[in-house]
């Protein structure tokens, strides 16, 4: 079964950066599509960004556009997200997801433990 592990979450004043990666281990397909959900307290989890591992194609929620860029190396099964510019309600656990056979990440069929990213006002 696929392996998703987060890293590079931490403590951020508002205005920062920080760099988020996630390493997939155990492919079977090149058909898929890797990206971020995230969470924060009291608040339903949410779709941040996705690419397609097909077609290189990217999306981005609304909030976070001109901010953060999602991008994968096929190589190394290694994705990372570039979060400039955070606010504070950029704050909570972000976790790595993987959807099969699609270039969208809508209900992915696997999710890493997720990393806490913490954004200071």
């Known amino acids: 079964e696929m392996q998703l592990v987060e890293s590079g979450g931490g403590l951020v004043p508002a205005g920062g950066s920080l760099t988020l990666s996630c390493t997939a281990s155990?492919?079977?397909?090149?058909?898929?599509?890797i990206g971020w959900f995230r969470q924060a307290p009291g608040k339903e989890r949410e779709g941040v960004s996705c690419?397609?591992?097909?077609?290189?194609?990217?999306w981005y929620t609304d909030s976070v556009k001109g901010r953060f860029t999602i991008s994968n190396d096929d190589a190394k099964h290694t994705m990372a997200l570039q979060m400039n510019s955070l606010r504070p309600e950029d704050a909570g656990v972000y976790y790595c997801?993987?959807?099969?056979?699609?270039?969208?990440?809508?209900?992915?069929?696997?999710w890493g433990k997720g990393t806490l990213v913490t954004v200071s006002s």
């Open positions: 997801v993987v959807r099969l056979g699609a270039n969208y990440c809508t209900d992915p069929n696997y």
């Open positions: 155990r492919f079977t397909t090149d058909d898929y599509a």
């Open positions: 690419i397609s591992r097909a077609d290189g194609s990217t």
